[in-house]
């Protein structure tokens, strides 16, 4: 495309493009959008190398005009222009998220990375965020994705985004070591069955907190074993003493850390006790466990179980923070087993989610789309049967309207040079494309969605932290009413257009449209 | 687990994991085994550096002992031996695709980094090669999807797999650069969409192919416009003029390549007919347009319907090379599009598939897992109250056998120091976990599945190009029975052990189980 547009001397055409979707993801009525600093970022580095115009040399037709290879050596972005919505806000359909002006063929060249950097991060990012809505206030969400991402480069994607959208940590260290973001993570399974035996811990040894004194911890754990039997009930000769030496290990290791993944073997005969032992063992040491983990059988009854068995130690044996140690659960968790989880009633203060977090198993793709709406300042409509995917031509401006209330009631778009809707007086708020849906808006506050964040070659605006995202992102779906964000069934909101830019786009699309004939 | 590992003293300790699947994806029966090159090269470049270690620090507990990040520092794969199975082998459940032997805390912090690089790999390849099982001998597949990608690289996975899995090309001009994969693309909507008239060709020549004679191309085009018209029946003052423009533009870039994108507007209203246009006035300069591509609506009616008017002309103007034009469809599909397209005839060359192919929407998942099986030549095994989910525990090798008329009739696993199965010599083959199932395998032929790929920190096979890769998958296959591939209800094939290894999982099974008591 690029060559045929430089080819017949379009290289120059002033083009404008917007970025968009037209549905929200996973049934739901919001989206967070992500994704914009890496495509700023893209934009600014773009250029064509040596060895990039040396391949393309060797895949282009022969009769390709050397010309053209020149011009790629020295195609840059300074000729574009970036208008945007901020990254981290909740935003919707047949808005575009970005609107990208400049060069025809220099456009269409950034179109595919454009839509990669944003399709992914904005869905992942939506798919945390309502993760988030769907647990309870104060759970930790971890994110265990990488194992299933699309390579390392992918689970660095989704790590980001899915903390931008309200996660609390990760798993990957190296997204932690390049993004900041916390990073967490358990045992595995394969680090208790690595222990067969109580003598595999060969130094017995822990130093107490805050002393020098070193106590025989796998003695102490061993009286804590038979006081504990009578009152949490299960016997001594059935857990499973691999497990023990696990628990006790990891315990030497990180004292003031230990949580166990309980699951092994069997929870309540083995898994439980053992860490409840060596919880009240670490105690006496001046040490406070953190937790357990589930990662199979039914979560809702284990977690409440484990829960009381942690209520009657707190109360046996005055410990009142054993009641409140963290139960974490994993085991392939998605939206709508915690849904069901909420209904069933839980104990679970963590969640680990891996497989449906980031491969965004129930709608793996937003499809964003990227589409012309004008050239040299000529608006460009493209029709479709489908009425939805007509788009909406020429350069606009966003708009999203509060209620007194706070609440936000509506985005508008209006042309680029329009008056903007004022505080306090009524606008005409139109569907873009069905006549009698419209509605008079009087916004006791508003807010300007795109800003300008590329020009002359660099970016306009302060980046913010990936933390800064991250708060932006569940600021702004505050004012976004229940309705729109609930799981099942949510309204849709309302994204609407000027009484100007609704004409503009039905006078050029009757312009467009060819009169069919019937014979 | 590594500081725990290297606290309890058990870093030395020698261990064998199995990586594996427990199902094949999208309800298949098959799977390709994909990402062993990228973990090989994982595997002998891992180590920490420095600004890693100074990481660790930050976010390890401070009671982690100094030394610990000393063995970070120095530590090597050096000990660490890979058994695995070639790369781009149909490959099946149960049977481990790369067994991992080396230090404990080593080889678990390759664990995620090796799942993560099968998962995808394997799952995308397959994905890709079910899209060539279902298509008509001769389709060309092209894969379109780095749009909807997990980002850059998770885009380069999905093109480098699915040419593997038996794509013949991608959109994806670096990948084509940095795998060599044959990169292929039309026009976009938006290249149409971008000319509005005739006026906008400013050079309206066009050389003579093998000549220096030069053609007024747009006035030859309309004159084939007039001939056409009666011929394939459609108005002249009803194609779109910018439609007409931008195939004209397009074939004076790339006369030996025209593939005009004919939905934009109206495919036979306008589309067509321009396209047919455009391919007539070049073939009277010599050259022959390649083909259409449609992007929506009914493909199949559309596709015969073109098909129809490409032998129309083909024989009105004794231009039998018009018959046999490409025609690409793309708009979203999936392989059970294929199947309905296969079902309800049509005249479709080659797909371009983008969403469903490169985020196996049916299954973004494959679920690998990693499984430890020994430490210190104890054998390990993970019990588990579903069936599926117990592990094959010790060191294993598998074996292919195949009966006289060439198909793959069984995989065996024995235990490491087995004698290996003979041919021509009957060999009990178990079902690993139900008693009753069993057979007698006389086999014709056999392959030894697993070779030694690592050791002493060298890779030890050659590695066969992508392309050699991709030759491998589709060999495979080849021995697989036909209703172990066919896309509905495919019949299991069957993963069978040795007696030995049947009674050695069974002695370990009751060993390690504890005895429930009912009360």
Redesign the interface.
């Known amino acids: ?1 690029a ?3 430089w ?4 290289k120059a ?1 002033r ?1 404008v ?1 917007d970025l968009y979707f037209r549905k929200n993801p996973f049934h739901g009525e919001f989206t967070v959008f992500a994704g914009l600093e890496e495509c700023l970022k893209f934009i600014q580095n773009f250029s064509f190398s040596e ?2 115009v040396n ?2 040399k060797t ?1 282009l ?1 022969a ?2 005009e050397e010309e053209f290879f020149e011009y790629l050596r020295t195609l840059s972005t300074d000729d574009v222009e970036i208008y945007a919505i901020d990254e981290g806000e909740i935003v919707f359909p047949k808005v575009p998220l970005i609107m990208v002006e400049g060069p ?1 063929p220099v456009i ?1 060249l950034i ?3 454009l ?3 944003v ?3 904005s869905l992942v990012a939506t798919n945390a965020m309502r993760f988030r809505n769907a647990v309870k206030p104060g759970t930790t969400l971890l994110e265990f994705g ?13 790590s980001r985004y899915c903390y931008m959208g309200g996660f609390d940590g990760t ?1 990957n ?1 190296l997204a ?2 390049m993004f900041g973001i916390p ?1 967490r993570g358990t ?5 208790v ?2 222990y ?1 035996s109580l003598d ?4 017995k040894k822990l130093k107490k907190k805050n002393s020098e004194e070193e106590v025989d911890f796998v003695e102490l754990c061993l009286q804590w074993q038979q006081k504990l039997t009578s009152v949490i009930d299960f016997l001594a000769d ?1 857990v ?1 003493p691999g497990e023990l030496a696990a628990f006790i ?2 315990a ?6 230990l949580l166990s993944l309980i699951d ?3 929870v309540f ?2 898994g439980l006790p053992n860490f409840c032992t060596v919880a009240m063992a670490l105690f006496d040491c001046g040490y406070k466990a953190v937790g357990i983990r589930l990662d ?2 039914d979560l809702a009854y284990q977690s409440i179980h484990v829960r009381k068995v942690f209520k009657k130690i707190a109360s046996h044996f005055s410990v009142p923070w054993f009641s409140d140690l963290i139960i974490v659960a994993s085991n392939d968790i998605n939206e709508d087993t915690i849904h069901s989880l909420n209904q069933q009633g839980h104990e679970i203060n963590s969640f680990g989610i891996g ?1 449906h977090l ?4 129930k709608q ?2 937003l ?2 789309v ?3 709406v004008e ?1 040299n300042n ?1 608006a ?1 409509i ?4 489908d009425v939805e995917k007509v788009t909406i031509p020429g350069r606009k401006i966003g708009y999203r309207l509060y209620g007194s209330d706070g609440h936000a009631l509506v985005d508008l778009l209006n042309q680029q040079h329009e008056t903007p809707p004022e505080i306090g007086k009524r606008t005409l708020c139109r569907h873009p494309f069905q006549e009698s849906k419209r509605a008079y808006v009087n916004p006791a506050s508003m807010k300007v969605l795109h800003k300008i964040y590329y020009k002359h070659g660099k970016i306009q605006q302060r980046l913010p932290t990936l933390s800064d995202l991250r708060e932006r992102a569940m600021k702004s779906l505050i004012p976004i009413r229940e309705d729109h964000k609930r799981a099942l069934n949510p309204t849709p909101y309302k994204v609407s257009v000027s009484s100007n830019l609704y004409k503009f786009i039905h006078d050029l699309w009757l312009e467009s449209a ?1 009169i069919g004939e019937l014979s």
Chains 1, 2 share one sequence.
């Open positions: 495309m060559y045929s547009y080819k017949s001397g379009k055409d083009s493009f060895s990039d391949y393309l895949v037709p009769n390709v025809l269409q179109e595919t990375p839509l990669n950097l399709n992914y991060a990488l194992r299933r991402a699309q390579g390392p480069d992918g689970g660095l994607s989704a798993s260290s932690g070591k990073v045992h595995a399974h394969a680090f069955t690595s067969y595999e811990v060969t130094n059935q499973i290990s990891y030497q290791a990180f004292p003031d850390n092994t073997y069997d005969r083995s199979s059988g497989t980031v491969t965004c198993q793996p793709a499809g964003c990227f589409k012309l050239v000529k460009r493209k029709l479709s049967e060819p």
